[in-house]
């Protein structure tokens, strides 16, 4: 993947290297933290805490029982992707008692990949709407889990509600070289976007 050229507002450092924020959003359980993990090149920053009995009825269990642990504010990773480009990785809380905190979150942010479970595609519908709101573009992820039901690309666009436009990927968030290669795609998206943009302001 070719980066040179990439017209975007991040921040240039000394050595002639881009900073770009990106976003990593989703629902509750969808792999956001373990995503910031796999993919990071320095140890990341993460709130998690344990979750306890004060969270039943209050967080949405279904499809991740397994879970025990909860990000209480945010993910912090970054990532070289060449000589030229370095992300730095915000993942949002999942749980809609949190929601309150992605205001901060967006500020300044490029772009964002918002990561589906196609066991529970609902609790992916408010990271998209707040992407829409927000007018960040993103890409979404499909994270793969091992009981994960296929769909063909066609019917997770139509449910999401989103348009062709969009790139979906699938990927194991557990994994730094699938979790990069969304990145690759989020920055490609953003290439285009930026593109369509410069000629409909012509």
Do not use: C
């Amino acid at each position: 993947m070719d980066f040179k050229g990439f017209d975007h507002p991040g921040s240039s450092g000394g050595d002639g290297t881009r900073s770009v924020k990106v976003m990593i959003a989703g629902g509750f359980g969808t792999g956001k933290t373990t995503m910031v993990r796999s993919v990071s090149d320095i140890r990341p920053l993460t709130t998690e805490e344990t979750l306890t009995q004060a969270s039943v009825g209050v967080d949405h269990l279904i499809g991740v029982t397994d879970k025990t642990e909860t990000t209480v504010s945010l993910d912090f990773g970054k990532i070289r992707l060449n000589d030229e480009l370095v992300l730095y990785l915000f993942g949002t809380p999942g749980q809609e008692r949190f929601w309150f905190l992605w205001n901060g979150l967006f500020k300044g942010a490029l772009g964002a990949v918002v990561l589906v479970d196609t066991r529970r595609l609902a609790s992916s519908f408010r990271a998209i709407e707040e992407m829409e709101r927000q007018d960040v573009p993103f890409v979404i992820a499909l994270n793969i889990f091992p009981d994960s039901p296929e769909h063909p690309v066609d019917e997770i666009r139509d449910a999401l509600d989103i348009s062709p436009d969009i790139p979906v990927v699938a990927f194991d968030a557990r994994d730094r070289h699938s979790s990069r290669d969304v990145l690759a795609v989020l920055i490609s998206h953003l290439k285009e976007h930026s593109a369509v943009v410069a000629l409909e302001s012509r």
